[in-house]
């Protein structure tokens, strides 16, 4: 029987943007600027009332000048992420 992968932590991810953006001082305006978002898309991702697409969270990695996966690794807290398989 497989089992499903858990639920991704959405509100992990959330306060890793939040995080990120804080440790710059920047506010949503400088974060906008830096990725091409909109402010709105910066605010609803941040405050999690939106999740962004994988486009979105490229943009925001690259505003920030960090590997996309330094982001989206917070999806896994909570739980162990996959393991790579033997090379």
């Known amino acids: 029987m497989i089992t499903p992968p858990p639920d991704p932590n959405l ?3 959330s306060r890793r943007l939040a995080r990120h953006r804080a440790d710059r ?10 990725s091409g978002l909109s402010r709105r898309t910066v605010i ?3 405050q ?3 999740i962004g697409t994988l486009a979105t969270w ?11 996966g330094d982001l ?10 996959p393991q790579q398989p033997p090379a």
């Not at 490229?58 to 996309?68: G, R, T």
């Not at 690794?73 to 162990?80: F, V």
């Open 72 to 81: 989206t690794a917070a999806l896994c807290e909570g739980h162990t992420p």
């Open 25 to 34: 001082g920047w506010t949503y305006d400088q974060l906008a600027e830096h």
């Open 44 to 46: 609803e991702i941040e």
């Open 58 to 68: 490229h943009a925001l990695a690259h505003a920030f000048n960090i590997p996309l």
């Open 11 to 13: 509100p992990a991810l």
């Open 48 to 50: 999690g009332r939106t």
